[in-house]
Antibody
Framework: EVQLVESGGGLVQPGRSLKLSCAAS????????MAWVRQAPKKGLEWVAT????????YYPDSVKGRFTISRDNAKSSLYLQMNSLKSEDTATYYC????????????WGQGTLVTVSS | DTVLTQSPALAVSPGERVSISCRASEGVNSYMHWYQQKPGQQPKLLIYKASNLASGVPARFSGSGSGTDFTLTIDPVEADDTATYFCQQSWNDPRTFGGGTKLELK
């Protein structure tokens, strides 16, 4: 059974940093692209980042490019999201999701971890 | 960015057929996917690449369309289908989602 478990969320002040983690199990992690998708409270979904199987290629929307960094450790079956210079508009539940490739859907999702950016 | 437009809400009776639309501001080929999200839960993939049923999803769900106009159909609707349904395109950068259609049962 595919399992994705996010951690690392919490309350952080504007301008500070936070690192999210996602522990994957139930599949061969290194064979899949992985992504982060966020959802602001009572709002829609926004794609945040995608990383290739080896980690050599990363993709971001302009809203987070230069502030967020996605990375992975295939030996540990883990995905990460380093978030710097956080803004109030980054407040959201962050989901870890599995893809086959960048043009594929987000086939499996974790339960999410809530990040609140507030002073 | 490719804007995906969905109607905000629909109300149907159990046993009826419902169609949920998603219109893209530019062509996305067939790279449109549909998700179901129930309150307090993560999204779940229902349909991928416009018309392909995801694993484990009941055959009551189906998808159609190409280019800019896509439809998710549930037939017949069951009480458990109360949820918000999102479309998402993976053809243009950045990947974008529709605003969601909240399906309520009468």
């Amino acid at each position: 059974e595919v399992q994705l478990v996010e951690s690392g969320g919490g309350l952080v002040q504007p301008g500070r940093s936070l690192k999210l983690s996602c522990a994957a199990s139930g599949f061969t992690f290194s064979n899949y692209y992985m992504a982060w998708v966020r959802q602001a409270p009572k709002k829609g979904l926004e794609w945040v980042a995608t990383i290739s199987t080896s980690g050599s290629r990363t993709y971001y929307p302009d809203s987070v490019k230069g502030r967020f960094t996605i990375s992975r450790d295939n030996a540990k079956s883990s995905l990460y999201l380093q978030m710097n210079s956080l803004k109030s508009e980054d407040t959201a539940t962050y989901y870890c999701a599995r893809q086959m490739y960048t043009t594929d859907p987000f086939a499996y999702w974790g339960q999410g971890t809530l990040v609140t950016v507030s002073s | 960015d490719t804007v995906l437009t969905q109607s905000p809400a629909l109300a149907v009776s159990p046993g009826e057929r419902v169609s949920i639309s998603c219109r893209a501001s530019e062509g996305v080929n067939s790279y449109m996917h549909w998700y179901q999200q129930k309150p307090g839960q993560q999204p779940k993939l229902l349909i991928y690449k416009a018309s392909n049923l995801a694993s484990g999803v009941p055959a009551r769900f189906s998808g159609s369309g190409s280019g800019t106009d896509f439809t998710l159909t549930i037939d017949p609707v069951e009480a458990d289908d109360t949820a918000t349904y999102f479309c998402q395109q993976s053809w243009n950068d950045p990947r974008t989602f529709g605003g969601g259609t909240k399906l309520e049962l009468k």
